[in-house]
């Protein structure tokens, strides 16, 4: 089992910028994927961006260019950073994790595991 624990969340403004955190622990050696998966009020949950073991990346079309993920393996740590907010990208912001390395394999199930989610509320 890994278990996944988001930070960073938070009120923040139009324009502005945030960056979240996400721990993983436990059976981490079977983990070669990690990704931030978000969900607003009364809409679908999005895989907003995913990093493989290697370092390639990959995001959904509405926070290319303002979204970056990166990882420390060494820490176990995966981040979000988000800049250039947005209203609509308010949600609950859910930390994954994946054995899997390839990114097409998202497009057919969702990831593995998952952490409790952390807020992130755009006010205009």
């Known amino acids: 089992q890994v278990q996944l624990v988001e930070s960073g969340g938070g009120l923040v403004q139009v324009g502005g910028s945030l960056r979240l955190s996400c721990v993983a622990s436990g059976s981490i050696f079977s983990i070669n994927a990690m990704g931030w998966y978000r969900q607003a009020p009364g809409k679908q949950r999005e895989l907003v961006a995913v990093?493989?073991?290697?370092?390639?990346?990959n995001y959904a079309d509405s926070v290319k260019g303002r979204f970056t993920i990166s990882r420390d393996t060494a820490k176990n740590t995966v981040y979000l950073q988000m800049n250039s907010l947005k209203p609509e990208d308010t949600a609950v912001y859910y930390c994954?994790?994946?054995?899997?390395?390839?990114?097409?394999?998202?497009?057919?199930?969702?990831?593995?595991?998952g952490g409790k989610g952390t807020l992130v509320t755009v006010s205009s």
């Open positions: 994954a994790a994946d054995p899997a390395n390839v990114m097409s394999v998202w497009n057919q199930r969702d990831m593995e595991y």
């Open positions: 990093i493989i073991r290697g370092g390639r990346t």
